[in-house]
């Protein structure tokens, strides 16, 4: 069956530069042939087979490169470039939604939460990896201060960048996942990559990993989490940019 992953795979083989080709994944193994499989089972299925397991940890020694930039690499807006000059002492994580307590929390107070550090690797869609460590604050401590209402069953994440310029005005990144992958260990709100402060390109302040669900999934330029009960409403109704264009919203790996 050729699947749209399919194309993009074969596409992007040929011309990437940057990251290591597939870290351990290369174009034969059985792996990626599960992984292309697996764009066909149900959400359902895939969590019946993956349950709530950890995606694989790696050392330091697996980081081979930096993180490769892929999709926005930086945000073209004054209120961008003024937090971006005072090191993002003035942002602040807006909370809002199906929430007991909407949050603002500023930069320093993010930072000073728990942290959890992974060194994980990051598949895009498009056919390459990379193994890169990453920290930040668990959504889980974020979700217990906020306090989700009953009915509260997606996190929508609501970014600075404008993916989009068209006629109708910009289109800002979006994305969003459910409360199961919300309090998954692994996911964290990263403010740090690679032991240093995240990077501009790779989604300063910070920026959603999901680990066992494909890099669009993690949105960078995080401005805002949503609490919502129904994605219906969220840009052209699959609460996800790349959902909204073709592709799974479950993007599990
Ligand atoms: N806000 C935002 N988040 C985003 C994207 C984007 O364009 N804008 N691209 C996605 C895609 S397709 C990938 S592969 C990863 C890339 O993250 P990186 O630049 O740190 O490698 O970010 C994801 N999150
Ligand atoms: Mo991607």
Request: proline fraction near 4%; charge should be negative.
């Amino acid at each position: 069956m050729i699947t749209r992953r399919n194309l993009l795979l074969g596409g992007a083989a040929a011309g990437l530069s940057g990251c290591t080709l597939l870290d351990g994944l290369t174009d034969d193994s059985g792996l990626r042939a599960f992984l292309q499989g697996a764009e066909n089972l149900t959400m359902t299925a895939q969590r019946l087979i993956i349950g709530n397991s950890l995606a694989p940890e790696f050392t330091a020694a697996d980081i081979r490169q930096g993180q490769h930039p892929n999709g926005s690499t930086g945000v073209d807006s004054d209120e961008y470039r003024a937090m971006r000059a005072d090191g993002f002492a003035s942002y602040s994580l807006q909370v809002t939604g199906l929430v007991e307590r909407p949050l603002s929390i500023p930069y320093a107070q993010l930072t000073g939460l728990p942290a959890r550090t992974q060194i994980t690797r990051h598949d895009c869609v498009e056919g390459w990896s990379c193994i890169a460590k990453w920290m930040g604050v668990p959504l889980s401590v974020i979700l217990d201060q906020a306090r989700p209402l009953l009915n509260a069953r997606f996190a929508v994440f609501n970014c600075f960048d404008a993916i989009e310029h068209g006629l109708g005005g910009d289109v800002l990144y979006y994305e969003s996942i459910d409360m199961v992958d919300a309090r998954h260990p692994q996911t964290i709100l990263a403010w740090a990559m690679n032991d240093r402060a995240l990077p501009v390109q790779n989604g300063a302040p910070l920026r959603l990993r999901v680990e066992r669900q494909l890099g669009y999934k993690m949105a960078k330029y995080v401005r805002s989490i949503e609490l919502v009960d129904s994605l219906a409403g969220i840009g052209a109704g699959r609460g996800s940019y790349w959902a909204d264009r073709g592709y799974e919203w479950y993007a599990g790996i």
